[in-house]
């Protein structure tokens, strides 16, 4: 009976930390209003959770809800936002993390507020009311969102004492340009939510919004924030591993998407679960094997 219990103790281990690493999709309670705001993530999440968020490449996904006046050249088959300029702001036992190197499948060429430079920045783009999408998470409707928003290259280390995300979209000003009228921000609320690597990739798949978007729009298909064999290696990765910490920011000198620096590549992911269950089975068939030559010899004797 020892050895029984036993093993069912390390099988209810092992299914216990399925059960833990996968991600979840979880609406977020704060919201941008009016082009700008800051989102608490643990108003809805802990640090704990927000750590197995990060996919095995090193992203923390979000679903934006672009809530934007169907008016000029928008409606509401398609209505869109650009990025000004958004952060991840992580503080731990630790220290203190700041992450900019933020990602969308889009961009476009815009020109800011009271310049005259065009330049390209990341944009979200969506349409009014909810869509046909639905997604793998039990209990979290997908088809409010529109687009996923990456924050890339993260890693941190220590206890997550606070988290925050701060999103600031892009005045075009009164500009009559296709493009910077279409990419105006009004006054309308913009949901987030985080996203599990399945749920971010169903709606990247989805891209709603693009087939209505106005023929005289400039748009840029940018490169895919979320892939299938990112999603793969993400519910294949145990949970429980470290990140790394992360060199000052003004050590990095790349761009990133956004005019962000670019931070560090995080340390090399956990080793899948599967490896961690197999050797768990291994421990128990030794357990087993060892008690049942014992218990033979001690017949024979």
Avoid at 188 to 216: C, H, K, T, V, Y
């Amino acid at each position: 009976m020892r050895i029984h219990h036993n093993v069912i103790a390390l099988l209810f281990f092992a299914s216990t930390v399925l059960a833990v690493s996968a991600q979840v999709s979880t609406n977020l309670t704060d919201k941008i209003h009016r082009g700008s705001g800051t989102i608490n993530l643990l108003k809805d999440i802990t640090g704990d959770q927000l750590a197995k968020q990060v996919t095995s490449s090193g992203s923390l996904l979000l679903g934006v809800d672009v809530n934007e006046d169907a008016a000029g050249n928008e409606s509401n088959a398609s209505v869109g936002v650009a990025l000004k300029s958004a952060q991840l702001v992580v503080v731990t036992s630790k220290g203190t993390y700041v992450f900019t190197n933020y990602s969308t499948n889009t961009s476009a060429v815009l020109i800011p507020a009271g310049g005259s430079t065009l330049q390209s920045y990341q944009t979200l783009i969506g349409q009014g009311g909810s869509s046909q999408i639905t997604g793998a998470t039990q209990g979290f409707d997908l088809s409010h969102f529109d687009d996923v928003l990456s924050f890339n290259r993260i890693a941190f280390e220590g206890q997550v004492l606070a988290a925050r995300i701060e999103v600031q979209f892009l005045d075009t000003g009164n500009s009559k340009s296709a493009n910077d009228a279409f990419f105006d921000f009004s006054g309308g609320f913009e949901d987030f939510a985080l996203l599990s690597a399945r749920d971010a990739l169903a709606l990247e798949n989805a891209n709603i919004g693009w087939s209505a978007l106005p023929s005289s729009v400039a748009s840029t298909s940018s490169a895919p924030v979320i892939s299938e064999s990112v999603v793969n290696a993400t519910e294949a990765a145990a949970v429980g591993s470290s990140a790394s910490p992360l060199p000052p920011t003004s050590d990095s000198t790349a761009a990133a998407p956004g005019g962000a620096p670019m931070l560090p590549a995080p340390a090399a992911p956990a080793p899948p679960a599967m490896v961690l269950i197999a050797a768990l089975g291994l421990i128990a068939l030794t357990v087993w094997s060892r008690a049942r030559s014992q218990l033979a010899g001690n017949t024979m004797n």
